[in-house]
Every structure is written in C-alpha cells, then in structure tokens.
C-alpha cells in the first residue's frame, strides 16, 4: 500500500528532472522543465489566482472556524446537530455541490461566474475540516483556565488575549495552513463557478486533458507536491506540538 501511494509521487518528482522527459529511461538531470513552467504566463497567471482564493478562504475559514470550536467550550442547545451540519460539507459530492452552487449564484441571484464566486464553496469544503483541527487541538483546561482568569478579576477581553488566545494560537494556525492548502488544490467545487478565471488545478485540468501530460505539468506537481507537504507538515506539527503541551 505505501508503495502504491508514494512511488507515483516520487516518479512524478524524479522525471521533472528528466533530460529526456517525462518518459523512461532516466537519462540525466536537466532544469528544463521548470524553465518552461515559469515561462508558461497562463499557468502562472492560474497559480497567482489559486493563491489570492486560497488566502481569501483561509482567513474565512480560520475566523469561522475558530469562533465555532470556542462556542463548544459550553453546551448549548443544538450542539450535536450544529456539528453535523459543519461537517456535512465534507461527505457532499464536490460536483454535485458546485451545480447546485452555480444554479443557486448565477440563475437565481443573477450573479456573474469569476473567481471570488468559488469562496463560499471552498469555504464550506475547508470549514469541516479547519473545525475538527481546532476541537481536537483545543487544550482540554481551555475552559477551566478561563474561569479562572475570570475569578481574578479578568475582563473577557483581557481573558481572551493574555489567557485563550496564547492556548489555542498554535492550532489556529495549523487550522489555517489545512484550510489553505485545501482551497489551493481544490478544483471539483469551484469548477463550474470561476468561469474564464481558472485556477491552478483547473488549467493543469484543461491542459492534461487536451493533451498528454507535459514536462511543466511534472515540474508543477512536483513544486506543489513539495509545497503542500511542508504546509501540512508545518501544520500538524503546531496542532500536536499544542496538544502535548
């Protein structure tokens, strides 16, 4: 199994460097690929967009997110079912989601496909999952030391910024960086809602199917490959690095 999960990403990064391309044998090191991927002005126009979407959506949902994991320091009425709703962005068919979308935005709200169109429904996909990093990273005394700071006669404000705020800030971002890269590689959602404005994952899409995979497709999923791993590493790392603590 880990074979069948690894070998093709590492095939993926070793013939990016391929002198004679994306096919066997390996016959040198060559940087031409990713010559061609920074020369490539709509793939990197494509790239630019799926990082001003990703860091629009990460904001929302990091905010969102945080504010729902805090709520469930207490109980309150609906808490299971406000739970199930968050997470039922996760089990939703993606495309099935981004046509309703679209019929939604554009035939009964009458608003033009573009990029920032694809927000809502990348925040939705991310939120699920920026909420249950944040529940699981959350220190179990959150509520108690809290309290506490209450009881010495700390305002909420003060409360919140010398007591919570310094407790949850490690899984915050690592809520953060899971919310970027997801919205960063997404592509089913946002598919149908973006119109001419394509992003990274769907120009990689429309090349890839139009035409056999090229040498700066491999050098561009060996870059974002590279680039999501670190992200999510960086991320579980400040999620368990707060849990242990």
Not at 146 to 172: S, Y
């Amino acid at each position: 199994m880990t074979v069948y999960i690894y070998v093709p990403i590492l095939s993926l990064l070793l013939f990016s460097f391929n002198t004679g391309g994306i096919t066997a044998p390996f016959d040198g090191v060559t940087f031409e690929a990713y010559r061609q991927l920074l020369a490539n002005e709509s793939m990197l126009v494509a790239i630019s967009r799926s990082l001003q979407l990703a860091l629009v959506v990460t904001i929302i949902t990091t905010s969102i997110g945080t504010a729902a994991a805090l709520a469930y320091r207490y109980d309150f009425w609906g808490q299971r079912g406000l739970l199930y709703l968050i997470i039922f962005g996760i089990i939703t068919p993606g495309i099935t989601y981004g046509v309703g979308t679209l019929l939604l935005l554009t035939q009964v709200l009458n608003l033009n496909r573009g990029l920032w169109l694809a927000v809502p429904v990348h925040v939705v996909w991310t939120l699920p999952f920026a909420v249950i990093v944040l529940l699981a990273g959350f220190p179990p005394t959150l509520r108690q030391n809290e309290q506490a700071a209450h009881v010495m006669g700390a305002d909420k404000l003060t409360t919140f910024r010398k007591v919570i705020l310094p407790q949850i800030l490690p899984t915050v971002l690592g809520a953060a960086v899971f919310a970027f890269t997801l919205s960063y590689n997404e592509v089913e959602r946002g598919l149908l809602l973006v119109g001419q404005e394509t992003t990274m994952p769907i120009e990689v899409f429309s090349v890839a199917s139009a035409d056999r995979a090229t040498p700066e497709l491999f050098a561009l999923g060996s870059v974002t490959t590279l680039f999501s791993t670190i992200l999510l590493g960086v991320a579980g790392w400040l999620v368990l690095r707060n849990v242990s603590e």
